[in-house]
């Protein structure tokens, strides 16, 4: 533990804690910055803007039956086709109908698949990411992909 000491009323840390205290806060900075590039890199994957797109269909084609099936408005089909396939299910909405339980049985089982392997794939290339930048950080001749 440091000793602190008193200078004309102030209390103040040695030098070098302050320089340890300071180096810990930009590794931490360090650590975010990398972190948010790598998701915005992450977001530019081919294969995790397929996987989104596809997954967007899913939703929206289940909003539209469900607006059929059960008149629903748009929001609340969309809301409940995102939530169900993010496996979230506040209850707060349910199919009434008998043919809506089908269809809601029949996207989810498509649905959570497709919603579980677009996660895998932008948590994969969030890492992946990662990976590299600590790669690049041992190499000072090559710069991080996000400087292109």
């Known amino acids: 533990m440091a000793r602190r000491t008193c200078h004309g009323g102030t209390w103040t840390y040695p030098r070098r804690h302050r320089h340890r205290t300071r180096r810990l806060r ?11 590039f790598a998701v915005l890199t992450a977001f530019r ?11 967007l269909l899913i939703a929206l084609v289940q909003s539209a039956l469900f607006m059929l099936i059960e008149h629903w408005r748009f929001l609340d089909a969309f809301y409940f086709s ?26 989810l089982v498509v649905g959570i698949g497709v919603f579980v392997l677009t996660v ?23 710069g991080h992909r996000w400087d292109k």
Request: aromatic share 8%; glycine share 6%.
């Open 120 to 142: 895998t794939s932008f948590a994969q290339a969030i890492l992946r990411e990662l990976a590299l930048s600590e790669d690049n950080d041992d190499d000072p001749d090559i």
């Open 26 to 36: 930009l590794r931490i900075v360090n650590a975010y910055a990398a972190l948010f």
């Open 82 to 107: 995102v939530v169900s396939m993010a496996t979230v299910g506040y209850g707060d909405l349910t199919p009434e109908t008998p043919l809506g339980k089908i269809c809601a049985i029949g996207f």
């Open 45 to 55: 994957t081919p294969r995790v803007q397929a996987l989104m797109v596809v997954c």
